[in-house]
């Protein structure tokens, strides 16, 4: 009897925890699964990639290269945009351009002389581009040369013209001559006859001897000779006058004809030279290789003065500093039906400490159209990329200098995929499986 109640008693003591450990059991499993039920969970899809900026780092070329006279900027320096870098040696450049700038600079003068020459004017108008060139003792001569020929043709010119006019005034002269010539043996004449007439009634009346009559008659007929002979002299005249004319004329004509024609040659011989000259000022101007934007060198191709740069041979590489920070990342093609562009992204700076360095916001900004296969790993992928918005006041706190973040240093992109409770997670598989399992095939 007291061994069964001592039974009772020692089963009461068991039953009691017992009951309390299946209460405890049953409400966590309960709590456990509503939690995994309705608790949502994170969804995120995993890429590794590497910092860059929004704008490649460009390569420093030079088109004709050439001999290195200075070497101004040094791998790692930090440059801004227009500073100088290296300067190439310009003896060669420089006396092509100044060959080609003299001869420009002598057609640019003679054409100004044959414009005057055109519209006779009395001095060359020197036109406004001769006062942006450089060598101005050049300009001088050239101007004083043209000067000199404009003022020897206008003095030949006029001096040919002044003949063939003096000759006409000659010739003018003596007309009026004849006309004076003429009018007195025309005067004379009438009186001739006028005595002759009277003569004649004297010898019908036998007054007079005929004789008398022959001889008036006799000078009558050489006055008319003589008018004659002044008419042909004038005539003579007038048509040397007309022929000096048409000589004057002409020297007009082939003097603006032969301007016209060397104004023509001209204009075409400098059409061809300005295409030459702009050249060689283009190819002086880049001896200077300056950085097109601010950044940092790197990737330097030649470290000493004298040295040889061949024709577009990469001189060094500028990583911009003021561009945007941009992720590009690779990711896998299992998780490309969740990640589009918008998608918020967690980024962390893998070269740094995980204890300091906190998580920094970004943004899918392009992901894209097709996967791409990597040679080396055998491996396809989808290349993401992913806005960093830094926040400066974020990173000064955890004592993270913007400095520091490097192109090309090593991230890991957690893309923010939505949310799912634990128990969906759980059921996945197994209604995949049912999805796939009632299917007919």
């Not at 039953?15 to 059991?25: E, H, N, V």
């Not at 009395?122 to 942006?132: F, G, K, N, R």
């Not at 159209?369 to 396809?380: C, G, I, V």
């Amino acid at each position: 009897m007291e061994l069964t109640l001592a039974h009772a008693t020692l089963r009461d003591r068991i039953r009691s925890p017992l009951r309390i450990a299946t209460l405890f059991s049953v409400l966590f499993f309960a709590g456990f699964g509503t939690w995994s039920a309705l608790a949502p969970l994170t969804g995120a899809a995993v890429a590794h990639g590497f910092i860059g900026v929004e704008n490649k780092r460009q390569t420093i070329q030079h088109l004709e290269g050439g001999i290195i006279e200075r070497i101004i900027a040094r791998e790692g320096d930090r440059v801004e945009a227009g500073d100088l870098l290296v300067r190439l040696d310009d003896t060669v450049p420089k006396s092509t351009y100044d060959l080609l700038e003299g001869q420009y600079v002598d057609l640019i003068v003679e054409r100004a002389r044959l414009e005057a020459e055109q519209v006779e004017a009395e001095v060359i108008e020197w036109p406004d581009l001769l006062a942006v060139v450089s060598d101005r003792t050049r300009v001088t001569r050239a101007m004083r040369v043209q000067q000199e020929l404009f003022q020897a043709r206008r003095e030949a010119l006029a001096s040919r013209a002044g003949l063939l006019n003096a000759g006409i005034r000659q010739l003018e002269e003596q007309i009026r001559g004849l006309d004076a010539q003429e009018s007195a043996t025309q005067r004379q004449r009438g009186l001739v006859r006028k005595e002759t007439a009277a003569v004649e009634q004297l010898v019908e009346q036998g007054l007079q001897s005929r004789p008398r009559l022959y001889a008036l008659q006799r000078t009558s007929a050489q006055m008319d000779g003589a008018l004659g002979d002044i008419a042909s002299q004038k005539a003579q005249a007038r048509l040397l006058i007309g022929k000096s004319r048409l000589e004057l004329l002409d020297l007009k004509t082939q003097t603006r004809n032969q301007v016209v024609g060397d104004l023509r040659d001209l204009s075409a011989r400098i059409a061809d030279m300005q295409p030459r000259l702009r050249a060689a000022r283009d190819k002086l101007n880049r001896l200077e290789l300056r950085a097109p934007m601010a950044g940092t060198i790197v990737g330097m191709q030649f470290h000493t003065e004298g040295g040889v740069i061949g024709p577009g041979a990469p001189v060094l590489d500028l990583v911009p500093t003021d561009a945007p920070y941009v992720i590009e990342a690779r990711l896998s093609p299992q998780d490309i039906d969740i990640v589009r562009a918008g998608l918020p992204a967690e980024i962390r700076l893998v070269a740094f400490s995980s204890r300091i360095t906190p998580t920094l916001p970004g943004r899918v900004v392009h992901v894209s159209a097709d996967s791409l296969f990597d040679r080396k790993s055998e491996q396809s992928y989808y290349e993401i990329k992913v806005e960093l918005q830094v926040d400066p006041l974020l990173l000064r706190q955890h004592k993270v200098d913007l400095d520091k973040l490097y192109p090309g240093m090593p991230v890991e992109v957690m893309l923010v995929t939505g949310q799912r409770t634990l128990l969906d997670y759980v059921l996945q598989p197994v209604t995949d499986m049912f999805a796939r399992a009632f299917r007919e095939t």
